[in-house]
């Protein structure tokens, strides 16, 4: 076969997937100059886009500021509120007659394994307060930065919440007008393939045809190009993961200045879990269930008493998800990136976390003409199906570690036999050694070793280190530590104003450039 460059790129769909695959590709692929690759979106007028991704990891720091995008105008464009973490509440049975509760921080300054082993024999304080100041500044709902920290830095790691919407459009409008990214408004009927199977051309329902070098599949769960055209199967992971549905619903604040958790809730529930969201205007609420174990009134009963209302007030949205991933994310001539590559339920964030990363190892890796394609292919493939493997190992631990066997979702999550073998072979491997960099060997895993420490013991994981324990270092060194973490944790908290208060300052008075 000839080969031939490649020249241009269809990006099939809009929306937070599509755009982030429109910015990353233009950063990289540069369309307005002499030798660039043309991207160009088409965006179907008839299909609305999910729109409930609204929490970020720190990672989307990196990314806006790789775009562009300065994060003075996206706090003021996005209803923007910072995220420092996730407080999980109710995992574990209650203790003493109170709600158990715990933080997945972003910070981890001391998480080694000396540290841990002395928190394990002395657990005189919940892990994520011992090993992050993070964690109080949760407590106190504490901005991750001040009004005088430049753009994208703080004193703490941080992400965001955001409404996703604005996101889109925010991100939309700049790969348009500062990229160099064509957009085009189209519902595509067709697509036709070449004789060697790759996709050649796409037909609007007008009976207009794009034609390009290269597609990305953006268009959802429905996955126009690599599921329908391409035929590359869907593999699911209802088994392991049970939540396929969710209730969304947006709420006003109790107040006009409303105090602003810097970290996600997460409510665990009979069937599945809640979270909240809270933005500067309002909160964005939903219930993730199973719909093997809780009916839709069900669920929809569950999350009025949550938001303490009658359950005839409140009209959620509800969402069907198809958990699980397409066997390849590559194939041919196309790449799925977003809601038609995969999903999982989103507890940790885990979805535009994978839009975003996928999205930029594609255009680090672009290739420049046919005859790479298969290697490329390859490489993808391999990264993309570790990221979800890891994805799905998490996520399902959460449930796995738990003690809570009070109704049939929670007995069905602790049940071995829903468990991917890699995590029922890391969980035996920790019961009786601390987790340590050796256990992660994917290079793209999307949750790494300090993740896991603060899930694992943020839900009281039994990991009995008795015979071992002369292998760390004198428990007294790191109880030094833990109370170091104290006092910077209390000073810095002191210093910081609450995240309403720089949220608006920054809307008034701007961010440092420096």
Request: net charge negative; aromatic share 10%; hydrophobic share 40%.
């Amino acid at each position: 076969m000839q080969t031939k460059s490649i020249q241009s790129i269809i990006i099939l769909g809009g929306g937070t997937a599509g755009w982030l695959a429109a910015n990353h590709l233009a950063i990289n692929l540069k369309p307005k100059e002499q030798h660039g690759i043309k991207i160009t979106v088409i965006e179907s007028p008839d299909t609305p886009t999910i729109g409930v991704g609204e929490g970020t990891v720190p990672l989307m720091r990196n990314t806006l500021k790789e775009f562009g995008i300065s994060e003075e105008k996206f706090i003021k464009e996005c209803d923007v509120s910072f995220k420092q973490g996730i407080q999980f509440d109710n995992w574990m049975k209650p203790v003493d007659g109170k709600m158990h509760s715990y933080y997945h921080p972003f910070d981890y300054p001391i998480l080694d394994n000396d540290s841990v082993a002395a928190w394990l024999q002395n657990p005189v304080m919940p892990f994520a307060h011992a090993m992050s100041r993070q964690a109080l500044l949760c407590d106190n709902h504490k901005s991750p930065k001040a009004i005088t920290d430049p753009e994208f830095s703080g004193q703490a790691a941080y992400g965001y919440h955001l409404d996703a919407y604005k996101f889109s459009d925010l991100l939309k409008h700049h790969a348009i007008d500062n990229l160099g990214v064509e957009h085009l408004m189209a519902h595509i009927e067709d697509v036709t393939l070449s004789s060697d199977g790759t996709i050649d051309t796409l037909i609007s329902l007008q009976g207009d045809v794009f034609k390009s070098d290269f597609y990305i599949d953006c268009s959802g769960f429905c996955s126009r190009l690599i599921g329908h055209a391409l035929n590359v199967p869907f593999i699911g992971k209802s088994d392991v993961l049970f939540v396929d549905k969710a209730l969304a619903i947006q709420v006003p604040h109790d107040n006009e200045m409303p105090e602003l958790p810097s970290s996600t809730i997460a409510t665990a529930c009979d069937a599945g879990w809640i979270w909240d969201i809270a933005l500067p205007t309002r909160r964005g609420i939903g219930h993730v269930f199973s719909s093997k174990h809780c009916s839709v009134d069900e669920a929809k009963a569950t999350l009025a008493n949550y938001l303490n209302k009658p359950v005839e007030e409140i009209q959620p949205r509800l969402i069907d998800m198809k958990i699980g991933h397409r066997e390849k994310f590559w194939h041919k001539n196309c790449v799925a990136i977003g809601l038609s590559q995969g999903f999982v339920e989103p507890l940790e964030a885990t979805g535009l976390l994978a839009f975003d990363a996928t999205a930029k190892l594609l255009a680090k890796s672009f290739p420049t003409n046919t005859a790479q394609l298969a290697q490329a292919e390859k490489r993808y493939n391999n990264y993309v199906s570790g990221l979800w493997q890891g994805v799905i190992n998490f996520i399902k631990m959460h449930y796995a570690v738990s003690d809570r066997d009070d109704t049939a979702f929670w007995r069905d999550n602790r049940d071995t036999a829903s468990w991917p073998l890699e995590l029922q072979e890391k969980l035996a491997h920790w019961r009786t050694h601390i987790p340590s960099l050796y256990d992660f060997e994917r290079g793209f895993d999307a949750f790494r070793l300090e993740n896991y420490l603060y899930v694992l013991y943020g839900m009281n994981f039994p990991t009995d280190i008795g015979d071992i324990a002369y292998r760390y270092q004198a428990p007294d060194i790191a109880q030094k530590q833990f109370g170091l973490i104290q006092r910077q944790a209390i000073q810095v908290a002191d210093y910081l104003e609450d995240n309403l208060t720089v949220i608006n300052k920054i809307k008034q008075f701007g961010l440092s450039k420096v």
